[in-house]
C-alpha cells in the first residue's frame, strides 16, 4: 500500500466514503456542485479553484469570472471545506508596478512551502504567462516576477524543493485556446529565475489527444509524486476536459515511472456537461489524509461551477497500474 507523505489532515476534512458496488477509482460528492455560479454578486461562474488547509480551517484562491465574463482570482474562507465565504471584490497584489498588470488572471493554485502559501495562475502579461504570489493570511498579497515568457498556462508548484530548488510544471501554450499542449517541468533557486526546463509528457492516444495539463499540486508519496492531470479529447462536439493520473520519479520528478491509459474522472453528470463550457471536469487542488490515504479533489464543471470528488492514493495507483499506458501509445514519446 502506498503512503502519503504530508501533513496530518484536519478532523473536518471533507470526505464521503465510496458508495457500495461503485468500480470507478473516484466518486463525487452527493451534494455537488458546493460552489454555484451566482456565489458572490457579481459572479458569472466560479470555478477551477484552489483550496489548502489554513490554522484549524481553510482557505482558497478562487476564479470568480464576472457578469462582463471578464476573469478574475478571490479570496475566500471556510470552516468545513465545502461552505465557502469568498470575498466580493478581487485579490490586490502589492508588488514592483511593472510586474502588476492586470489583463486577465485565471485558473489558480495555492501551495504551502517554507510558512507561505503561494499562488500561481494564468496571468495575462502581453500574452496568457504564469504569475506568483505568495500570502501568509489570505488578506494581504504580495507578487512576484512572472515565471515565464508568454505563452504559458497551468503553472502548479511542488509542495516542497527539490534538490533545493523551487520546482513547477506547466503547460506552454498560444495566444488562443490553446489546441495543442505538453507538460514540463521547470526549477528556480529563488521563485524569480527559471531554468532547468525539462519536457515530462505530451498527449496520447483517446482522451489525452489533443492536449495535457498539470492539475492540482503534486502529492508526495512513498513511490514517487502523484500527480494528477486533466487531458483533452477533441470530440466531433469540441473539447471535452478529464483528468487521469502519473507517477514521478522522487528525485527527479521530469521522470515519469507511470503513466495511466485510462482516465479516472470525466464529465458525466448535468452540472459537468451543461454550462458555460459543457463536458469539463478540471483538477485545481486536492486536500490529503496521510494517515488512510485519503484524497479529496476540487475541480472545475463546466467552466461554471465547484465539485468535490472523492478518492486514495491506493485506489489512483492501483487503478493506473491495472490500466497502464503502453510506450506505443504516446504520440509525443
Known sequence: MAKIIGRPALPNMPWQDKPAGYDKPVWRYT???IIKRD??????????SAVVPFGDSYAGVFRCDNRGVEMDIFAGFSK????????????????EKDVIRKEYRYDPRVCFIDGKYYITWCNGYHGPTIGIGWTENFKTF????????????????????????????????????????????????????????????????????????????????DEGWLMIYHGVLNSCNGFVYRFGTALLDIDRPWIVKERGRFYVFGPEVDYE?????????????????PENGRITIYYGAADTVTGLAF?????????????????GDQENK
Open 31 to 33: 451534494e455537488n456542485p
Open 39 to 48: 456565489a458572490i454578486p457579481t459572479s458569472n461562474s466560479i470555478f477551477n
Open 80 to 95: 468545513d471545506g465545502i461552505h465557502w465565504d469568498i470575498n466580493h471584490d478581487p485579490i490586490v497584489f502589492e508588488g
Open 142 to 221: 504580495h507578487q512576484l516576477e512572472n515565471a515565464f515568457l508568454p505563452y504559458n498556462r497551468n503553472g502548479v508548484l511542488f509542495p516542497r524543493r527539490i534538490n533545493g530548488n523551487y520546482a513547477m510544471v506547466s503547460r506552454p501554450s498560444d495566444t488562443g485556446h490553446t489546441p495543442f499542449g505538453d507538460i514540463f517541468y521547470s526549477e528556480s533557486p529563488d521563485l524569480c529565475y527559471w531554468g532547468k526546463h525539462r519536457w515530462l509528457f505530451g498527449t496520447a492516444n483517446g482522451w489525452q489527444s489533443k492536449k495535457v495539463g498539470p492539475g492540482p499540486t503534486p502529492i508526495e508519496t
Open 273 to 289: 456537461l451543461t454550462g458555460d463550457v459543457p463536458n469539463v471536469t478540471f483538477p485545481c487542488a486536492t486536500l490529503t489524509d
Open 311 to 327: 478518492t486514495t492514493v491506493d485506489e489512483l495507483i492501483s487503478y493506473m497500474r491495472k490500466y497502464p499506458m503502453e510506450v
